[in-house]
T-cell receptor
Framework: GIQVEQSPPDLILQEGANSTLRCNFS?????LQWFHQNPWGQLINLFY???GTKQNGRLSATTVATERYSLLYISSSQTTDSGVYFC???????????FGTGTRLQVTL | DGGITQSPKYLFRKEGQNVTLSCEQN?????MYWYRQDPGQGLRLIYY???????QKGDIAEGYSVSREKKESFPLTVTSAQKNPTAFYLC???????????????FGDGTRLSIL
């Protein structure tokens, strides 16, 4: 099956810093989503981005489907950005999401 | 408010007992999914259903069962055959179309299951 790798696995930032999270996938995809899982376990949709670039406030994402990677940019990070960021993909005719192992982000004061 | 409701938030199971986790959605989505998350890991698919009265096994279906009698409901039963049920369980739903896999999935807030 498809492999989804995220990097870095862990990231510590000072408040106000910028960061880039990467998601590599081993096959062509129909759907790619970025999620933020907060400390209470809630999984929050950030972007649905099988290709192209989208922006939402301090967050933006770019997926280059032909090169099989996606990037999530966080600018001016805040402590509320802490948690785990997952990318997840679907391929072929399957509607199930295959998740990466996540990037754990901690934003400190 | 439209959304996905999972209950209960916390559940404790005794050895040899079956327990059922509830998932209800009022988004009028056709497809529903159950995922399991172990500590420090990503989510893995247990079962999914694209239409009423039909469902398919995911990657880790052993020890679990589901039903889909109504469009808005997709309960998951953790049976006594599941030897390591302690985990965080998340339910999701999505619109389906001719290209079902293109639609984003939306998640409930999860149920934490522990063994007594």
């Amino acid at each position: 099956g498809i492999q989804v790798e995220q990097s870095p696995p862990d990231l510590i930032l000072q408040e106000g810093a910028n960061s880039t999270l990467r998601c590599n996938f081993s096959d062509s995809v129909n759907n790619l989503q970025w999620f933020h899982q907060n400390p209470w376990g809630q999984l929050i949709n950030l972007f649905y981005i099988p290709s192209g670039t989208k922006q939402n406030g301090r967050l933006s994402a770019t997926t280059v489907a032909t090169e099989r990677y996606s990037l999530l940019y966080i600018s001016s990070s805040q402590t509320t950005d802490s948690g785990v960021y997952f990318c997840a993909v679907t391929t072929g005719t399957a509607s199930k999401l295959t998740f990466g192992t996540g990037t754990r982000l901690q934003v400190t004061l | 408010d439209g959304g996905i409701t999972q209950s209960p938030k916390y559940l404790f199971r005794k050895e040899g007992q079956n327990v059922t986790l509830s998932c209800e959605q009022n988004l009028n989505h056709d497809a529903m999914y159950w995922y399991r998350q172990d500590p420090g890991q990503g989510l893995r698919l247990i079962y999914y259903s694209q239409i009423v009265n039909d469902f398919q096994k995911g990657d880790i279906a052993e020890g679990y069962s589901v039903s889909r009698e109504k469009k808005e409901s997709f309960p998951l039963t953790v049976t006594s055959a599941q030897k390591n049920p302690t985990a965080f369980y998340l339910c999701a739903s999505s619109i389906t179309s001719g290209e079902a896999s293109n639609q984003p999935q939306h998640f409930g807030d999860g149920t934490r299951l522990s063994i007594l």
